[in-house]
């Protein structure tokens, strides 16, 4: 069974612009959720989508969005970089068995913002 | 609420020595207790999870952890370093009362010297 991928895995960007992550869960992972890893904050949580509707929010400002398709694939959009949203960008899925919440990583997309 | 404290954020063993990484834990419910790796330039493996079945843990790697509720600590450890231990470990903790969310230590780097 394929891992969960993530694209792309380097972006270079410039302040003010916008980018746009996209994840694929492992097939039959219905929750795919999203973090930010920075040298200076460690690993944030972002959200949490399950079937299509966001379950869960950390502390992110409104620039940071997402969303989730019907086949369980997810995209995370910041718009208006800044340079401190220079990060790596991780996405995990989660097949949601009671009492096991397991989440698998993707690889991350590196996003540094000039 | 959920916190972790990783008690040590650099611990160094020489090859062929025990290791052994802290991990302390807050939850107000009975919470599920993970440990990741994170070589350089990758995405996070999990190498263990405590779901509260057995409260000794084996995962892969040779690693394994105890949770041990009295103390709200799930340490892990392993009998012998190997250089390719080397890399970056997360403790997480996550109940089921915040949906998914992942709350993850600040992490410690461990260093295998020959």
């Known amino acids: 069974k394929a891992g969960v991928t993530q694209t792309p895995r380097y972006l270079i960007k410039t302040r003010g612009q916008q980018v746009t992550l996209s994840c694929s869960p492992i097939s039959g992972h219905r929750s795919v959720s999203w973090y930010q890893q920075t040298p200076g904050q460690g690993l944030q949580f972002l959200f949490e989508y399950f079937s299509e509707t966001q379950r869960n929010k950390g502390n992110f400002p409104g620039r940071f969005s997402g969303r989730q398709f019907s086949n369980s694939r997810s995209e995370m959009n910041v718009s208006t970089l800044e340079l401190g949203d220079s990060a790596l960008y991780l996405c995990?899925?989660?097949?949601?068995?009671?009492?096991?919440?397991?989440?698998?990583f993707g690889p991350g997309t590196r996003l540094t913002v000039l | 609420a959920q916190s972790v404290t990783q008690l040590d954020s650099h611990v160094s063993v020489s090859e062929g020595t025990p290791v052994l990484l802290r991990c302390n834990y807050s939850?107000?419910?009975?919470?599920?207790l993970f440990w990741y790796v994170q070589h350089p330039n990758k995405g996070l493996q999990l190498l263990l999870k405590?779901?509260?079945?057995?409260?000794l843990v084996k995962g892969i790697n040779g690693f394994e952890a105890e949770f041990k509720k009295s103390e709200t600590s799930f340490h892990l450890t392993k009998p012998s370093a190997h250089m390719s231990d080397a890399a970056e470990y997360f403790c997480?903790?996550?109940?089921?009362?915040?949906?998914?969310?992942?709350?993850f230590g600040t992490g410690t780097s461990l260093t295998v010297i020959p």
């Open positions: 995990a899925s989660s097949l949601i068995i009671q009492g096991d919440n397991e989440q698998f």
């Open positions: 939850s107000s419910y009975s919470p599920s």
């Open positions: 405590y779901t509260s079945a057995a409260t």
């Open positions: 997480v903790v996550s109940d089921h009362t915040t949906g998914n969310q992942f709350y």
